[in-house]
Nanobody, 119 residues
């Protein structure tokens, strides 16, 4: 069974940086896509970024392009989200998710980690 554990959330001022980590376990992930999502208070959960396990395919939502970087360490089974130039509107619970390359939806989720950006 796939298990995802996020860490690295916290509180920062606008313009600051945080790095989120997602440790994956429970199986081999060679044909998986790993994603980061976020949910702000009163809003629906939204996609932030995704990366194929090989690292060859990367996508971002427009609002984080140039500020966030997703990466993967295959040896550690860990996915990272480096977040720079943080804005108050980035405040949300951030979730790590996983799906196979052929799945339409993500069906494995972590418990989430809170990111709070103050102005």
């Amino acid at each position: 069974q796939v298990q995802l554990a996020e860490s690295g959330g916290g509180s920062v001022q606008a313009g600051g940086s945080l790095r989120l980590s997602c440790a994956a376990s429970g199986r081999t992930f060679n044909n998986y896509v790993m994603g980061w999502f976020r949910q702000a208070p009163g809003k629906e959960r939204e996609f932030v970024a995704a990366i194929t396990w090989s690292g060859a395919g990367i996508t971002y939502i427009d609002s984080v392009k140039g500020r966030f970087t997703i990466s993967i360490d295959n040896a550690k089974n860990t996915v990272y989200l480096q977040m720079n130039s943080l804005k108050p509107e980035d405040t949300a619970i951030y979730y790590c998710a996983a799906r196979t390359q052929y799945a339409v939806q993500y069906n494995n989720w972590g418990q989430g980690t809170q990111v709070t950006v103050s102005s």
